[in-house]
């Protein structure tokens, strides 16, 4: 039987951990039933947390450049705002000229029943398998009650026309399902929709549906001023909000310096699990976890390991840096090295490529359509993920 082992990154805690761990399980068993996953949480007895508030992180050489034409790259601009602040599109929409409500003579009979239903819905059918899917039914109620109980959504009816109780609605279902994500993020919950952006796209879809019942538009007139107000923010949102986003959701420095001063007790650890499964053995490894899993098979051969996955690792940037603790720059991985199999995603800026320094690694990209850093998470949502994962399990 083979044996997959995850090993996750920086700053990961139990709860965390087993959320993710559950649906590594359920991907791989969805396919491969036969596969046995285990556990690898070494970050509960040797991790730590962050000390020095984020002061020891230089600046990222890399950035990635939204170009304000793409409506993909501006839809995900759109995601970050609203993952901040839930309310952020309702308060800006209710500053769009040239609409008046109070003008139309036939808006108060619609308009009226549109906020009815936003004001008292009760979710079902399709709309309620979702929000269960997404992992937010239990807090959906909440989430749709801090919304409308909000100035901003009772500033935001002043400006709003029958003809464009479409657009609203889709903005309405946008706030209140990254609503519902802020909640469950404050609740130290992880749901799937955290890091599935088709999955929260299809909810906010049913949900607008369920507000209107009539033809959706895509806000565009939002979503313009969104790129343009907001692409100043995302320019300088890794310099200048870099410290807060690591402290709250990536302590990198802490674990990173924790594993450069006493990586033995990581790698001591992930080699014990390893030596108490059933080989063959696949290394599933995430972010430092990929780091440590490469100083544990370059320092030693581990015969029971048939592959190598790292994903969102920064292991070959440590290599090209000369700061691997296991293998100076320039010295080839030993010939006992297992195959490798290294994923990335443009948008994380936490992963690397490694084919073209390390012989024997395959890199794939993966795109999760997530900004940093929820891109660094966002990988085991990816039907391309488990693509390549399958692809390479012992069969």
Known sequence: MTTVIFIHGTGVRGREYEATFKTIEQKIHAQRPDVKVERCLWGDKLGTSLLASGASIPRYDQTLALDEEEEEDKEILRWKQLYHDPLYELRLLSLKPGEDGGDNPFAESPLDEFRSRVDSLTPSGE??????????????????????????????????????????SNVIARAIAAQAMLICEQQEEYPPVLTNAKLRDQLVELLSLAFAEAELGLGDWALAQIARL????????????????????????????????????????????????????????????????????????????????????????????????????????????????????????????????FAK???????????????????????????????????
Not at 368 to 395: C, D, G
Request: hydrophobic content about 40%.
């Open 361 to 395: 690694v395959r890199d794939e990209e993966v795109n999760s359509l997530q900004l940093f850093p929820r891109s660094h998470s966002a990988y085991w949502e990816q039907n391309k993920t488990w693509e390549y994962i399958i692809e390479v399990l012992p069969k």
């Open 230 to 357: 907001a692409l100043p923010i995302a320019t300088n949102y890794v310099v200048g909000k870099r410290g807060a986003v690591t402290n709250k959701i990536l302590p990198i420095p802490c674990d990173i310096l924790l594993y450069q001063a006493r990586g033995t007790k990581i790698r001591d650890f992930i080699r014990e699990t390893i030596e108490q499964a059933e080989p063959p053995v696949v290394l599933l490894a995430h972010s430092l976890g990929g780091i440590a899993c490469v100083d544990l098979l370059v320092q030693q051969p581990l015969p029971q390991v048939a592959h190598l996955v790292t994903v969102g690792s920064q292991a070959p940037f440590l290599y090209e840096i000369n700061a691997l603790c296991s293998l100076e720059f320039a010295q080839p991985l030993p010939e006992y090295f297992p195959e490798w199999l290294n994923l990335y995603d443009l948008r994380d800026f936490l992963s690397y490529k490694g084919s073209q320094i």
């Open 127 to 168: 709309l309620q398998a979702s929000l269960a899917d997404a992992g937010i039914a239990e807090v959906f109620d909440e989430a749709r009650k801090a919304v409308i109980h909000s100035n901003a959504y009772s500033e935001v009816w002043h400006n709003v026309s029958a003809e464009s109780l479409g657009e609203y």
